[in-house]
């Protein structure tokens, strides 16, 4: 293949499903670099608590996409776009093959449908959202199709989410020619015994200090920190809950983000869905006809 034809790989689905394993798998098969599309992932320091990849995982495969900022720090989904476009094409001059990886879907959205961000909103628009009631916000998201956040109680949680809409034009009208995607198909039960699994493991000493560091660097007003599993952690090290109520706690909210995760996928026809050992099989088809 000529490497500016080399296709982008783009993997998706729920958390938990075993995007990170198989990514590596594929990428060191078809000779390729991974960039991560997880929200999560782009905090420094924020590693066990967001499931990152492991150091020797990174070893295996060169990843982008993890440590890009401090949690105080911004960072847009245009940001992303351009971040990850930057290392498509640096990947595919290396000659290789960038397989994008994650759970995000307006990051991966923002790429395969080759968004235009326009400004951000201003204070204006932005005071004019604040006046609204919460009832008012959610049927203006129902209204003009945006997706509810997971808080969807939350003021600001609106808010954003109106807001996040809003500075994105021509959304999801034509998926780019270079692209693949595929998705991982997990059946429920399983996924939630994944889900429970990798909550019992995250509860360990290693969160625990991971928490406490970020505790004293950070407020837990920072979306970065109320996004994660820290929240939980905190209310464990104070004495609040047991270690159990603690990773029911998590189970229940990546359940939601799976559910969550899942709906906005759905919404795009060209995702392939396969269980986890047919996806090879698919892409060596894929490859073949180029």
Same mark, same amino acid.
């Given at each position: 293949m000529v490497a500016v034809k080399r296709p982008l790989v783009v993997i998706v689905g729920p958390?938990?499903?075993?995007?990170?394993?198989?990514?590596?798998?594929?990428?060191?098969?078809?000779? @390729?670099?991974?960039?991560?599309?997880?929200?999560?992932?782009?905090?420094?320091?924020?590693?066990?608590?967001?499931?990152?990849?492991?150091?020797?995982?990174?070893?295996e495969v060169k990843h982008w996409g993890i440590d890009l900022v401090a949690p105080d720090e911004r960072f847009t989904v245009a940001d992303f776009q351009k971040y990850a476009n930057e290392k498509i094409a640096e990947i595919r001059?290396?000659?290789?093959?960038?397989?994008?990886?994650? @759970?995000?879907?307006?990051?991966?959205?923002?790429i395969i449908f080759d968004y235009e961000f326009g400004d951000d909103v201003d204070a204006e628009r932005r005071a004019e959202l604040d006046r609204m009631t919460i009832e008012e916000l959610q049927n203006y998201?129902?209204?003009?199709?945006?997706?509810?956040?997971?808080?969807?109680?939350?003021?600001?949680?609106?808010?954003?989410a109106i807001?996040?809409?809003?500075?994105?034009?021509?959304?999801?009208?034509?998926?780019?020619?270079?692209?693949?995607?595929?998705?991982?198909?997990? @059946?429920?039960?399983e996924?939630?015994?994944?889900?429970?699994?990798?909550?019992?493991?995250?509860?360990?000493?290693?969160?625990?200090?991971?928490?406490k560091r970020l505790?004293?660097?950070?407020?837990?007003?920072?979306?970065?920190?109320?996004?994660?599993?820290?929240?939980?952690?905190?209310?464990?090290?104070?004495g609040e809950i047991s270690r159990d109520e603690a990773i029911k706690l998590s189970e229940i909210d990546d359940w939601h983000l799976a559910k969550k995760q899942m709906t906005w996928f759905r919404r795009n026809p060209a995702i392939k869905w396969l269980p986890s050992g047919e996806i090879e099989g698919y892409l060596n088809k894929k490859f073949a006809r180029n």
């Open positions: 958390t938990a499903s075993g995007k990170t394993g198989l990514a590596i798998q594929l990428a060191r098969k078809f000779n @390729g670099e991974i960039i991560s599309a997880d929200s999560r992932a782009i905090y420094q320091g924020m590693d066990i608590g967001t499931a990152k990849p492991t150091l020797d995982e990174q070893k001059a290396r000659g290789q093959i960038p397989f994008l990886v994650g @759970g995000s879907g307006l990051y991966i959205d923002s998201c129902n209204k003009h199709n945006i997706p509810l956040p997971e808080n969807h109680k939350n003021k600001r949680y609106l808010m954003r807001e996040r809409q809003n500075v994105v034009k021509n959304t999801r009208q034509k998926i780019r020619s270079d692209v693949i995607i595929v998705g991982i198909l997990v @059946g429920e039960g996924l939630r015994k994944r889900i429970a699994d990798r909550a019992k493991k995250m509860f360990r000493d290693e969160l625990y200090g991971e928490t505790m004293t660097k950070y407020s837990f007003n920072l979306e970065s920190m109320k996004s994660n599993i820290y929240p939980i952690a905190q209310r464990l090290l104070n």
